[in-house]
Structures are given as structure tokens and as C-alpha cells.
């Protein structure tokens, strides 16, 4: 099972919107409304901000959104803010393996 | 309050076999829907999902690991061990354990919404 294609990096200026794509297959993200966005700053773990592509746990601000066209899924960051900086990852449930499979990462930088 | 905390070993040699612990708070792996998961993720690189259990004792693995891997659960203490076989250097990561739990209408979620510290394992003779 390869994992989701992510761009490595993404940046943007304080206020601006960025989007962050992940590329998979018809049987994981195209397949299912399962795809999840994980946010990590260096040196932490994980941290949910979307799951089932569009739902945001409470707490997550809703600057952070999540879409989903055929076999691509994407997380927006509206607003961008310093804190934003961090990777990303997405995840999809996948038929072929049933374990989740998660995306090559991207790197969010605040210009 | 949902807690996970990753326990065992930092330094490995090779072939050796590597046991983790996760013991966890806020929740019982006997409730209906609830999981526990180990991903891990190699210094500057990617996660990867190694393997997940269930509440009714349902056990998935990565294929690429499956040979190596064994995922158990001890419900009266909270906890989910990972033993891993026959380690090797490329197998360097932090290993973290996560929760998954069930969604609002009461099915199985397929995302990790809780997620323990990690604990970094280094393979090296």
C-alpha cells in the first residue's frame, strides 16, 4: 500500500489561505469519506483537525477546513497565523489493507 | 480525560525483538467500537500505521510488517503491547499509540483523536 502524495511544502503570509492536497486512489481516499488531517509541530505528536474530510474535533479553530473531489482531498488554513507552522499529514481508510494509510507529509511555512 | 503514555525500551540491537507498552486512562478497550493504534514515525520522515486492535479483539497489521508484528491487549490493566521481531536500523522511529473511538452514531471512527507522547527507539549495535 503506497502512501497519500502530498506536495512537500506549502507557505504562505500572515492572513492569506493555503491548501494542501493529498493524492490517493479509488480505493482509500476516492472510496471513502474517511480521510483525516493531523497537524504536528516539531518535536510533538499528531493532532486531529479534520476527520471524515470535513469535520473538525471541537476545540480545532474553524480557519482549518476540509474538502474532498474524487481521488484528492484537501486541507485549507484560512487566516494563516505563526502558529499554523507546522507538518501536515492526511489519512484514509483503505479496503485494501483495513489499517489507516497516511500521506507523504507536507511542511506549512508562515512567510 | 482521554490519556495514552508509550513505555519500553530506547536502544535496541539488531534482530532483537522490541516490546512497547501503551497504557492508557479515560477509556476501556471493552467498550463497543473502541480501537487502539501504533504508528511511527522514522526521524524526518513520514507516519506509518503499523497496527491497530479493537475492542472485540479484531487485529489489523501493515502487510510490509505483518511477519513481525503482534498487537495484544490486557483490558483489566489498560494497556496494548506491540512486539516487533528481528529489528533493524531502518526500524529507528518514534513509535506512538492512539486511540480511536466510535462516532457519534455509535459506529467505529476511522481516525486517531487521541495520541500519546511517543517514545523514540533507536536500533544500533
Known amino acids: 500500500q503506497s502512501a497519500l502524495t502530498q506536495p512537500a511544502s506549502v507557505s504562505g503570509s500572515p492572513g492569506q489561505s493555503i491548501t494542501i492536497s493529498c493524492t490517493g486512489t479509488s480505493s482509500d481516499v476516492g472510496g471513502y469519506n474517511h480521510v483525516s488531517w493531523y497537524q504536528q509541530h516539531p518535536g510533538k505528536a499528531p493532532k486531529l483537525m479534520i476527520y471524515?474530510?470535513?469535520n473538525r474535533p471541537s476545540g480545532v479553530s474553524n480557519r482549518f477546513s476540509g474538502s474532498k473531489s474524487g481521488n484528492t482531498a484537501s486541507l485549507t488554513i484560512s487566516g494563516l497565523q505563526a502558529e499554523d507552522e507546522a507538518d501536515y499529514y492526511c489519512s484514509s481508510y483503505t479496503s485494501s489493507i483495513t489499517l489507516d494509510v497516511f500521506g507523504t507529509g507536507t511542511k506549512v511555512t508562515v512567510l | 480525560q482521554i490519556t495514552l503514555k508509550e513505555s519500553g525500551p530506547t536502544l535496541v540491537k539488531p534482530t532483537q525483538t522490541l516490546t512497547l507498552t501503551c497504557t492508557f486512562s479515560g477509556f476501556s478497550l471493552s467498550t463497543s467500537g473502541v480501537g487502539v493504534g501504533w504508528i511511527r514515525q522514522p526521524p524526518g520522515k513520514a507516519l506509518e500505521c503499523l497496527a491497530l486492535i479493537y475492542w472485540n479483539d479484531d487485529k489489523h497489521y501493515s502487510p510490509s510488517l505483518k511477519s513481525r508484528l503482534t498487537i495484544t491487549k490486557d483490558t483489566s490493566k489498560n494497556q496494548v503491547v506491540l512486539t516487533m521481531t528481528n529489528m533493524d536500523p531502518v526500524d529507528t522511529a518514534t513509535y506512538y499509540c492512539?486511540?480511536?473511538?466510535?462516532?457519534?452514531?455509535?459506529?467505529?471512527?476511522?481516525?486517531?483523536?487521541?495520541w500519546g507522547q511517543g517514545t523514540l527507539v533507536t536500533v544500533s549495535s
Open positions: 492512539a486511540h480511536r473511538g466510535v462516532t457519534i452514531f455509535g459506529v467505529v471512527s476511522y481516525y486517531f483523536d487521541y
Open positions: 471524515d474530510v470535513t
